[in-house]
């Protein structure tokens, strides 16, 4: 599956736009652009997780220090996740952006993916946080940006869904 740099660039240029300074993510494979683009950028702090939560403990650190930040994950992620945005984001008001590789949609051939994919909308929607689908290169930078504005100003998570439209070259 072959990744698009372009798309990543895209994303990884609006999240520096907003002031995103603070990254955390942990290896997967529609992600593997915009992680080398942070680690290789001088003004962004990189920080590898072992599991995703670690990714809202640092976001509310960052939070605290004055700094913008930014969740790099799977849907899978999120699943795993949801434990520390409850209680440490959504309970102390953190604003906590979470860019999200939303697999397990239409077109999608890893069966291992399915499940997760197809409860991710659903429960970021009980959970009562605000997402949007990224699909269209030419709006991800005005979608980030209002997602970064809307984690800041309402001080609580929301979520880009990074679709396989937007992510996969074919």
Known sequence: MPVSVTSSQIIFDALKACGVRVISALPETW???LIRMAE???ETILVRLAKEEEGV???AGAHLAGVKSAM???NHGLLASVNGIVSLAQL???PLLMVISHRGE???RDPWQ???????VPLLDALGIPCERLDDPAGVARQVHKAQTLATAALRPVALLLTRDLMWED
């Open 72 to 74: 790099l994950m799977q």
């Open 40 to 42: 290789e950028d001088t």
């Open 31 to 33: 992600l593997v652009h």
């Open 106 to 108: 239409f077109g999608e």
């Open 92 to 94: 102390f008001r953190i």
């Open 114 to 120: 399915t499940e997760g994919g197809m409860v991710t």
């Open 57 to 59: 403990g640092i976001s």
